[in-house]
């Protein structure tokens, strides 16, 4: 059976040549530019445009550009460029809105449409779903022949991102290092903006998969079971760390110096250990990150405001806190100096920072930070099906504080359990954290037992 379309506060994601077309895309841009026309009635407006890697991504901005032209926006086409990329350039030259053309972590026949605002968050739940609206009911007007926007293209998004990231740290403290990285950028749209950081860093890099052809040279999601190649590259060129980018580049994971994958969750601890060694504030993390975290900013003297998943929902609970440092355990890590998107190159920059402030290696610092044991996995399943389960695993864990701003968190002494459905893909998430390897195996198989009840 084929999937559906999937159109959610998160933006769109489908399959190309099945359930996303040319037609689709150019109408979700005419909703994106009817909103904001409705917003800014008496401003010109531009919107900045920006595409992972996939060989689609031409097609799909072709379209998106004509729906956004047709409603009467002029468009900045910045060609490939990663999605933290975007949300920068579309402040630097003042844009009234961003659209980044990506499916993210999914393979490569998936495709997708990201929207941002003026200042680079994506639309909170009550603009998204009215530009869902807009987008169903065709509610929108298109511009006469003089009024149609223009496209014009701007090529600097590599260099400005590097400028913006680089005062966040010593780059000649990490050049005196002379750190040999391995980056594997997956054939995405991260590989040149990565590549330029690491450079101005002074890091001999080994590069992997840097071109963006799109034709991604692993399953891309940067999860352990993707990067053996990577892990056995740093062993083999004797480097001190691997970086792994995902196809837009706002999510990074870590491989140490002995080829070990340390994964995706240290990136926002390891970030947050060197923030909270410089400036005292909080911190912000959705529901399903890890408490390293909170053990890091409450040995600062801090505290971590809980949002749940979503990029946006971090951002907002950022700006609104002011936090000094905020993420997501999938490798995604926010600093508003930069812009409230996760970023990359952010974190490729403050691990290294951290690693030479401290003459740790990144193994040493990640076993500092460790201790808790995080199973996560997936399954095919609705929002019923998931309403279900999570329904079932209440009555299982009586004994639990429960969170429902985002399916379903129970915290227990021993640690915590998330249950949730996606935004962006067909299936629910369950996430456990916990010192005890029993409880994590024991929770395993309560949930196992009503997983099976229900589907």
Not at 354 to 363: D, F, N, Q, Y
Request: glycine share 10%.
């Amino acid at each position: 059976m084929s999937q559906e379309l999937i159109i959610s506060i998160s933006g769109m994601r489908g399959i190309i040549g099945e359930n996303l077309s040319p037609e689709i895309a150019a109408a979700y841009g005419c909703a994106f530019a009817a909103f904001l026309r409705t917003h800014k009635p008496d401003k010109k407006l531009t919107v900045a445009v920006g595409r992972d890697s996939r060989p689609s991504g031409a097609m799909m901005f072709s379209a998106v550009a004509a729906g956004l032209t047709a409603g009467g926006v002029d468009v900045v086409d910045l060609s490939i460029c990663s999605t933290p990329g975007v949300g920068i350039m579309l402040r630097h030259l003042g844009c009234d809105g961003g659209v980044i053309i990506t499916a993210s972590h999914n393979p490569v026949p998936y495709n997708g449409i990201k929207l941002l605002l003026d200042n680079g968050i994506a639309p909170p739940r009550a603009m998204a779903e009215d530009i869902i609206r807009r987008y169903r009911q065709r509610a929108f007007a298109l511009a006469d022949s003089v009024h149609c926007g223009k496209i014009s293209c701007n090529g600097q998004t590599p260099r400005i991102h590097t400028d913006k990231v680089l005062p966040l740290v010593n780059p000649a403290a990490i050049a005196a290092k002379h750190y040999k990285v391995v980056l594997d950028s997956v054939n995405g749209a991260g590989g040149v903006a990565g590549r330029f950081l690491l450079e101005k860093l002074g890091c001999e890099i080994v590069p992997m998969n840097i071109e963006p052809t799109g034709l991604f040279a692993h399953t891309p999601e940067p999860t352990a079971e993707n990067l053996t190649d990577l892990c056995l590259a740093v062993t083999r060129h004797k480097a001190q760390i691997g970086f792994a980018q995902d196809p837009d580049a706002d999510r990074l994971a870590i491989v140490d110096e002995n080829g070990r994958y340390i994964g995706e969750e240290y990136t926002l601890a390891l970030a947050a250990k060197y923030v909270f060694s410089k400036q005292t504030g909080t911190a912000a993390a959705n529901l399903s990150t890890s408490r390293m975290i909170d053990d890091i900013a409450a040995a600062a003297g801090s505290t971590v405001i809980r949002t749940p998943v979503g990029e946006a929902n971090v951002a907002e609970a950022m700006v609104q806190h002011n936090c000094i440092i905020g993420g997501e355990g999938n490798g995604g890590v926010i600093d508003l100096r930069v812009g409230p998107i996760r970023d990359s190159l952010v974190a490729m920059a403050m691990v290294l920072q951290l690693m030479a402030e401290t003459g740790k290696t990144v193994g040493q610092l990640a076993d500092e930070l460790g201790g808790y044991v995080m199973h996560k996995s997936k399954y095919p399943a609705d929002r019923q099906q998931a309403q279900a389960i999570i329904d079932k695993a209440k009555a299982v864990f009586a004994d639990a504080r429960i969170d429902t701003s985002d399916g379903c968190r129970f915290d227990l002494p021993a640690g915590w359990i998330h249950i949730r459905t996606s935004n962006t893909e067909p299936i629910m998430r369950i996430i456990m954290e916990t010192q005890d390897p029993d409880a994590a195996r024991r929770w395993t198989e309560q949930i196992e037992i009503i997983r099976n009840e229900v589907l």
